[in-house]
């Protein structure tokens, strides 16, 4: 049968990665020992991250009601608000936790960590590109006493009392690095559909222009617009996201009793201007095709003076 020294023997080795003793033989002692930084892993905002942690008090200091104070700070030795001690069921005031050994008994083991409780923060976006996986926190746990609760501590001066290290990683939470990875895949779409789909389906004028002799009307630049239309036979409407993703359809001279449309034509690199109307309307010369650099045009109109104006591309 084993015996309890063993099984204590095996809690410390495999269970425990941090020691904190209090013990002595006819004083009150405190032995701090174990490893010189805890390393409590990875932690989201709002969870605990802690470790297991066996305190030991002897019966001098149960019966005296001996206590200890634990401060977190950061690696300056700087009070920090944006976590909290845990230590298991209490949690620090003002980064203050303090543990009795009347509350514990002579032996307890015991979660003792920390939780994050500024959101501020929590990693997250840089910038539009750059989001930060996680952040590593460093600093110290303090350990406070005076010799009316304790005698020793490691057969040092109170004043010797060195701090225990403490490290964790915050990660992002899941939610940030999904809304990333969405805003990066539907930038690509972006670029992608105005780069290179958008061109091919819907062309733009590269150039052109119209002037006319009558009616009186300034100059129609075609240039960057999808379509456009001369008339007002039928009014044309767009909508906004239409005119985001596909682009601009203008038209003019909509109290006349006509309808031309006017469309690009890819050539190249450039575009040409073809012209397309109604069967119906007695435009001279009447054409379907591609119009050609300075040429005029004229719709009869019954009881109505005659619209006259000409093509030019643009220099």
Not at 240 to 261: A, C, H, M, N, V
Not at 290 to 311: A, H, L, M, N, T
Request: aromatic residues 12%.
């Amino acid at each position: 049968m084993k015996t309890p020294t063993i099984r204590l023997q095996k809690w410390l080795i495999f269970l425990l990665p941090l020691l904190f003793c209090l013990s002595s033989c006819d004083e009150d002692k405190l032995l701090w020992k174990g490893y010189q930084e805890v390393k409590l892993g990875k932690t989201y905002f709002g969870d605990k991250s802690t470790k297991k942690v066996l305190f030991k008090f002897n019966d001098e200091a149960v019966k005296k009601g001996s206590y200890i104070n634990l401060r977190l700070v950061d690696k300056q030795a700087k009070p920090i608000s944006y976590a909290e001690l845990i230590f298991n069921d209490q949690v620090s005031e003002k980064g203050v936790l303090k543990v009795r050994a009347s509350d514990l008994g002579q032996d307890s083991i015991v979660q003792m960590g920390l939780r994050f409780v500024d959101r501020s923060v929590e990693p997250g976006f840089s910038n539009l590109f750059k989001l930060s996986r996680s952040t590593k926190y460093e600093g110290q746990i303090l350990l406070e006493t005076n010799a009316v609760s304790l005698d020793y501590v490691n057969d040092q001066a109170l004043s010797d009392i060195g701090p225990l290290g403490w490290s964790v990683r915050l990660m992002v939470p899941f939610w940030k690095y999904l809304l990333f990875v969405l805003s990066i895949v539907f930038l690509s779409l972006l670029i992608t559909w105005f780069l290179f789909i958008r061109p091919l389906m819907f062309p733009h004028f590269s150039g052109g222009e119209f002037n006319f002799d009558w009616p009186q009307h300034k100059k129609i630049r075609l240039k960057g617009k999808r379509l456009v239309y001369l008339g007002g036979e039928k009014i044309i409407k767009q909508g906004l996201l239409s005119r985001i993703f596909t682009g601009k359809i203008e038209q003019y001279l909509k109290d006349e009793p006509y309808l031309i449309e006017l469309q690009p034509k890819r050539k190249g690199l450039r575009t040409e201007v073809r012209l397309k109307t109604k069967t119906g309307i007695d435009i001279r010369p009447y054409t379907r095709g591609i119009i050609k650099d300075f040429e005029e045009f004229e719709i009869k109109q019954s009881g109505k003076k005659d619209v006259k104006f000409r093509f030019q591309k643009s220099r």
